[in-house]
């Protein structure tokens, strides 16, 4: 049962992406997820996600995204920036070409989605974009500068996007997670020891390593499925009048 509903979704090959993809065609939405590993997209290609690979650095990689889905569903509805990751590692550290890096895929990338998916959206005077930021956007936490960065930026840019869009009746919703038990932690912690070895903040880089990695495998952090069915709601949900 289609219920007619567009939806692209970044970062659909992992965590909370994937779940939020199962979620939406469970309930019919007709769902396009984009990410580079397309092959972890397989199991839902059976419960009909259109997966297709996207390498959200890459310039080429997002036109062929949008053009692909706009000449087989004549429309995106609904576009969820879920695709990021987090490169921690103290500042003295970390090269600023790995931060620039962060910034390609949790900002840059996403900004030039959301303008190859704008005027579609504005033609149809309708849409919803919904960015996937952190806990991480509103405080910082140690040896987290460049990620934070990143995802506060989301934050300005989601609320000066949203101010511009509303007149076009397209609503920007901004979710923050806090720690979700996927991936992300795993990753982040590798860039924090690596970026660190063999420096003076070694040995608190490892601690602090080893600790993140032994939350993001413990019981301690929240189900994918708990923020995906924010997520939903958030597809579901209607702008208030008011605003
Ligand atoms: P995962 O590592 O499980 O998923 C990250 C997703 O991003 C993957 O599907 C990955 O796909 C995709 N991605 C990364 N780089 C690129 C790229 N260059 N091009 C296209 N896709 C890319 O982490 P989460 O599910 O936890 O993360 C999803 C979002 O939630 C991120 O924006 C993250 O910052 C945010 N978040 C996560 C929290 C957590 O505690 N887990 C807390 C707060 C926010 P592939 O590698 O196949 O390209």
Redesign the pocket.
Known sequence: MDNGKVVLI?????????QTAEMLLQQGYRVYG????VE?MEPLKGKGLQSLK????EEASIVNLVDTIIHDAGKIDILIN?????SYGVIENVSLQEARNQF???LF?LARLVQLVLPYMRKQKNGKIIN?????GRVTTYMGAW?HAT?YALEAFSDALRMETKPFGIDVVII??????????I?AAEHLKESSQKTAYEIRANEAAKKMKKS?TSNR?SD?KLIAETIVKAVHSKRPKTR
């Open positions: 970044t970062g659909a090959s992992s965590g909370i992406g994937y984009a990410a580079r590993r972890k996207l390498d959200i650095t879920n695709a990021g990751y987090g390609e895929v949790n990338g996937i930021s952190s806990m991480a990620y995802k923050e997670p806090g720690g979700i038990k996927t991936n992300w932690g990753i993001y952090l994918p």
